[in-house]
């Protein structure tokens, strides 16, 4: 089983130097304190000499010491916070304060930092393999967790490690929604199913500050005999649909033909009208030569329509 996570815990370390924490102008100000300290010793070293005294005069070793104990004390004490990190800081093992972004000052050796939150969008990715589905299909599915540390005393505080508990949540909770959802939905109602997963995981998570921003399913994999299956399915289903479109298109020919008839059964002048308007047709088209039999211009009574014309129509003037 693969869960992978592309965050990583921020470390406890307190010096400029240990990743969280890191501050140029503590270093810079260790390195000045260092070398005032030096300097006054040697300078203490070399009055001694010229006084022909064995030893530096104990004041000039007193503040070259304490000038070098203030760099170290400046190191421990001086720290600094990037814009998207919070410090919790613990003083004699009690919650002292969080602090951040910036510039921040804690009692050495009394105050500790504990924890360094980083408050930016997270990503996590993680899977579910072989889970089955309230129909019983295995499926293999994959998904991107997008969360974000919104209490950064909480996330410190009421879990050992909420990174790892993301991940645990996420994936029980993607198992959950896979086993409660037919396969059909899984793969048609792809955003009902994130909102769902991105729901339930927020409510897990809110206890420890977290908050789930968006879940998104990137795959979902089915076993190749299954997706044969379904793609046969598939194909049958909108070959029946088709059927059943021509069948419906025959049935309303079919009864346009009926109503045709009807109208020419009750109209024989109707009809003989259509054949010639057909025969029409068929001639206007240059160089085309129509042959007819006599049996049926006969049954059209060419001579009985043009007679009705001319009892219909208005004489000529002319």
């Given amino acids: 089983m693969n869960v992978m996570s592309s965050v990583t815990r921020g470390s406890a370390g307190t010096g400029p130097f240990a990743g969280q924490g890191r501050n140029p102008v503590a270093a810079l100000l260790l390195l000045v304190l260092v070398v005032a300290g030096v300097l006054v010793l040697l300078g203490g070293v070399r ?7 064995s030893q530096p005069s104990a004041g000039s070793v007193v503040i070259g010491v304490l000038l070098i104990l203030a760099g170290v004390l400046t190191l421990k004490a001086l720290l600094m916070a990037q814009q998207w990190e919070k410090a919790v800081v613990l003083r004699l093992g009690r919650l002292h304060s969080i ?50 540390v919104h209490d950064a005393e909480r996330a410190a505080l009421e879990i050992t490690d909420y990174e790892q508990a993301i991940l645990r949540v996420a994936q029980t909770s993607l198992r959950e929604m896979i086993g409660s959802s037919p396969l059909s939905a899984l793969l048609s109602e792809r955003k009902a199913a994130d909102a769902a997963l991105k729901e339930e995981i927020g409510r897990k998570t809110a206890e420890w500050g977290v908050a789930a921003i968006s879940v998104e399913i990137r795959d979902v994999a089915i076993p190749a005999q299954l997706q044969d299956a379904m793609s046969r399915q598939a ?13 419906s298109a025959e049935q309303e020919v079919a009864q346009k033909f009926v109503d045709a008839a009807n ?10 009208l259509r054949a010639m308007n057909i025969v029409y047709e068929t001639t206007k088209e240059r160089g085309a030569t129509v042959l007819i039999p006599s049996a049926m211009v006969d049954a059209m009574n060419v001579g009985g329509v043009l007679g009705l014309q001319g009892v219909v129509a208005p004489a000529d003037p002319k």
């Fill in 99 to 148: 602090r951040g972004p910036g510039l921040f000052i804690i009692v050495p050796f009394i105050d500790s930092v504990v924890e360094w939150i980083d408050q930016r969008i997270q990503t996590t990715e993680f899977n579910a393999e072989q889970a089955l589905t309230r129909d019983t299909v295995p499926t293999n599915i994959d998904a991107i967790l997008f969360w974000q």
């Fill in 47 to 53: 009055s001694a000499a010229a006084g022909g005294a």
């Fill in 235 to 247: 194909q049958a289903e909108r070959e029946k649909a088709a059927r059943i479109i021509l069948g």
């Fill in 263 to 272: 109208i020419y059964a009750a109209n024989p002048m109707a009809l003989q």
